[in-house]
Nanobody, 121 residues
Framework: QVQLVESGGGLVQAGGSLRLSCAASGSIVSINAMGWYRQAPGKQRELVAAITSGGSTNYADSVKGRFTIARDNAKNTVHLQMNSLKPEDTAVYYC???????????????WGQGTQVTVSS
């Protein structure tokens, strides 16, 4: 199958920056979209940013102008540069990949284990 390993979360003061990284591995044939979602306590998981294999991006309105998503198709990695962080950005951030594998027809979503981002005021 597909394994997604995230790194880069942590504690930062408001106005600071963090960079999240996610590496996909396994029996991958190809990956369509990759993205980052987040879930704060008591809230539903929401899309933060996504990027297609062609480089088209989509951002949540709340992070536009502050976060930047990028990917390396050759390495199956995706990164999220987060600047001007706010306390409301505090959440568990999950990496997502829409991947096709050797053992399954079509594309399926895969998730990382999540990484905590905490922004203090």
């Amino acid at each position: 199958q597909v394994q997604l390993v995230e790194s880069g979360g942590g504690l930062v003061q408001a106005g600071g920056s963090l960079r999240l990284s996610c590496a996909a591995s396994g029996s991958i044939v190809s990956i369509n979209a990759m993205g980052w979602y987040r879930q704060a306590p008591g809230k539903q998981r929401e899309l933060v940013a996504a990027i297609t294999s062609g480089g088209s991006t989509n951002y949540a309105d709340s992070v536009k102008g502050r976060f930047t998503i990028a990917r390396d198709n050759a390495k199956n990695t995706v990164h999220l540069q987060m600047n001007s962080l706010k306390p409301e950005d505090t959440a568990v951030y999950y990496c997502n990949a829409d991947a096709r594998t050797l053992y399954r027809v079509g594309y399926s979503p895969y998730w990382g284990q999540g990484t905590q981002v905490t922004v203090s005021s």
